[in-house]
Structure formats: C-alpha cells, structure tokens
C-alpha cells in the first residue's frame, strides 16, 4: 500500500493490508515491514487498525502513522526495525489519510476524510490551524 524510506537510508518501511482476520491474530488490520536494506532482516509490525500512510521523521528517529480512527501514532524507531508507541493524537473527526513533515522537520500536514487538513508543530504536536476550504475527502499533501 506504501512505502517510505528512513532520511538516513538504512531502512526501508513497507505497508500492507492483512486482507482479513486469522485465527491466530483476529485483531489485526494492517502490517508495516521495516527492512533493514544493510543487513537484509525483516521485521513486521501487526496493527489493530488501518495503517493509511506512514513516514519517518527527518531525524529518522520517529515513524508517524495515520489511521482510519482519525488518529496520529507515533513511534520511536528503533535500530533493527523495533517500533515503540510513543503517543497517539486525536487528529481528525475521520479517517486520517495522508501525512507530509517539512523539509525542516517542524512542521506536519495531516490530510483527512473530514475534508480537512490539519497544520502541526512536530516538537510538541499541537495542532497550529486547520483548513477547511475542501468539499471532499483530503488523500494527499506535500
């Protein structure tokens, strides 16, 4: 579904859908690969909810993710692919579909299904203005 690689290039994250509930694992939606490209591993990550889209922050320490919730997640990437829940914001009323962080890293644009686009500082994550000026569902920014 996507993909991102880490700004420092060692790490490659591809999305994917389950494509339905397992017997062993009924809760989980979605995955995120993260392949390390040097040492050829794999590691996969199962989420109980539909991934969007994802990007890793410009200081490659952070994944940041959207889901159908309306919400943010955040992770702390790890070396060797580990991803460790750092917070979860309510961003949207509605899917959230899309995400770009600034060149700078400062600043996040979150697209959503509730037309809106949502402006964030990336420091403390607060929400700097919305823009509402679309009539239907926001799938991409940059």
Not at 69 to 82: A, D, P, Q, R, S
Request: aromatic fraction near 8%; include cysteine; hydrophobic fraction near 35%.
């Amino acid at each position: 579904i996507n993909v991102a690689w880490s700004p420092e290039g060692g790490s490659l994250a591809v999305g994917s859908s389950i494509g339905g509930a397992s017997s062993k694992d009924d809760t989980a939606k979605d995955y995120i690969s993260i392949i390390d490209v040097r040492e050829h591993k794999i590691k996969k990550h199962k989420f109980p909810f539909e991934v969007n889209e994802f990007s890793f922050s410009p200081n490659s320490r952070h994944m940041i993710l959207t889901t159908e919730l309306g919400t943010v997640e955040v992770y702390k990437f790890i070396v060797g692919g580990n991803l460790k829940h750092v917070r979860s914001i309510q961003a949207h009323t509605d899917n959230c579909y899309t995400l770009d962080i600034d060149p700078t890293g400062q600043f996040m644009a979150v697209g959503s299904k509730d037309s809106l686009v949502s402006l964030w500082e990336t420091d403390d994550l607060i929400c700097l203005r919305s823009v509402g000026d679309h009539s239907t569902p926001v799938r991409t920014v940059s």
